[in-house]
């Protein structure tokens, strides 16, 4: 066993060792505070060189004061102090701790308000206003959007860009043209006309003068293949005269013409399918279609027009043809003019020798062509 002088001694040791320590400690905190005031003394004769070096302590300041706890604990490891050196030894590292704790809060702090700043800049930029502008548009014109709205949602959007173009071109005429009620009625914006189109459409005209070469006959066919998108049920319309006195309105031919298969004197017979409608001296006439994608249609018209009235004869539809061939027979005692509207071209068909027309392209609904008629 030790005796009292022993453990006196040894602890007055301990005790010198720490004061030891504890002073080595100061004069090395004091060593570099006064490194600090030589470099703010010095500060002013090399700005740059020190703006730097403080901006760089600045940046990494957690880093320096988390090595204090790390030296605190190699000190540990490898020197012995006493009970109370070692409690203001760990006090100093809480305190050094919680500083480095409270520093790295208040750049994490700064970090957000400079990644808030930036992204303001960035949400506010023209380049970035582009860019979302570019996409928003390419979304809002794709084909993924306009699938995803209502029919009716999209006849509407049809309609106001429709309208903003006209606004935009006749701004002070816009009042006066009552063009909202014209475009609505207009056939092209018709829901109709999205039921079915036409393909493989082909017109045969027959002109001819009666025997007093007053009046030309005209004898009209017309062949072509209906298509819709699906077998539900549509509506195919079309129109003959109510006036049998009145010869220069088309007659339709019941036994010639042929709604797939089924000639149109049959069809008239059945209510369910067959309809017509008296209008002055046109009627329309309507059949009612379903469970097929595609009917196939031919229709035989007879007129009659005065010579010296009417000599020209029109053609416009209602849906969109894709493919048209166009077939022309005079008399000998008649010639014609062939003269394509509204932009169609129509190039010669070589199948015929003369008065063959034909465009194998999507043309769309309005008038496609007109012929003028007259007297070799």
């Given amino acids: 066993m030790e005796n009292q002088g022993d453990i006196t001694s040894n602890q007055t040791n301990s005790i010198n060792y720490d004061l030891g320590l504890m002073l080595l400690l100061i004069i090395l905190l004091l060593s570099i505070i006064y490194f600090i005031v030589t470099l703010v003394k010095t500060y002013e004769k090399n700005k740059s060189f020190f703006k730097n070096l403080f901006l760089h302590i ?3 300041t957690t880093l320096l004061l988390f090595s204090i706890p790390i030296l ?3 000190f540990l490891n490898y ?3 006493s009970e109370i050196t070692m409690e203001y ?3 100093l590292s809480y305190g050094v701790v919680s500083v480095g704790v409270f520093s790295a809060i208040l750049k994490y702090i700064n970090t957000l308000g400079f990644v808030k700043t930036h992204i303001e800049d960035l949400i506010v930029s023209k380049k970035f206003n582009d860019v979302i502008r570019n996409n928003f548009e390419a979304f809002v014109f794709s084909d993924e959007f306009f699938n995803s709205i209502s029919k009716d949602d999209l006849h509407n959007r049809w309609k106001s860009i429709t309208f903003f173009k006209y606004k935009n071109k006749f701004p002070t005429l816009w009042d006066k043209m009552n063009l909202k009620e014209y475009i609505i009625n207009n056939i092209f914006f018709s829901k109709e006309i999205l039921d079915y189109y036409y393909k493989s459409f082909r017109i045969q005209y027959n002109f001819s003068l009666d025997e007093d070469e007053n009046a030309i ?3 009209q066919k017309t062949d072509f293949t209906l298509v819709t998108n699906n077998v539900n049920e549509i509506k195919f319309t079309f129109w003959s005269t109510n006036n049998s006195s009145n010869p220069q309105e088309p007659t339709i031919d019941v036994n010639g013409t042929i709604i797939d298969g089924i000639t ?5 017979e059945n209510n ?5 409608i008296s209008e002055n001296d046109n009627k329309k006439m309507t059949i009612t279609l379903s469970g097929k994608k595609e009917y196939h249609i031919e229709l035989v018209m007879n007129m009659v027009q005065e010579y010296n009235i009417d000599r020209s004869r029109s053609f416009m539809s209602s849906k ?3 493919d048209i061939f166009i077939e022309v027979h005079c008399c000998d005692k008649l010639d014609f003019f062939f003269e394509p509207l509204n932009d169609n071209v129509f190039n010669k068909d070589l199948f015929l020798d003369n008065g063959g027309f034909k465009n194998k392209d999507i043309i769309m609904p309005g008038e496609l062509f007109i012929i003028f008629i007259d007297k070799v």
Wanted: proline share 0%; net charge positive; glycine share 0%.
């Fill in 320 to 322: 969109i043809i894709d």
């Fill in 72 to 74: 605190t604990l190699i």
């Fill in 272 to 276: 369910d399918i067959y309809s017509e």
């Fill in 89 to 91: 030894i760990k006090k």
């Fill in 217 to 219: 006959k005209i004898l």
């Fill in 79 to 81: 020197f012995s102090f």
């Fill in 264 to 268: 149109l004197k049959i069809l008239k």
């Fill in 58 to 60: 600045k940046r990494h």
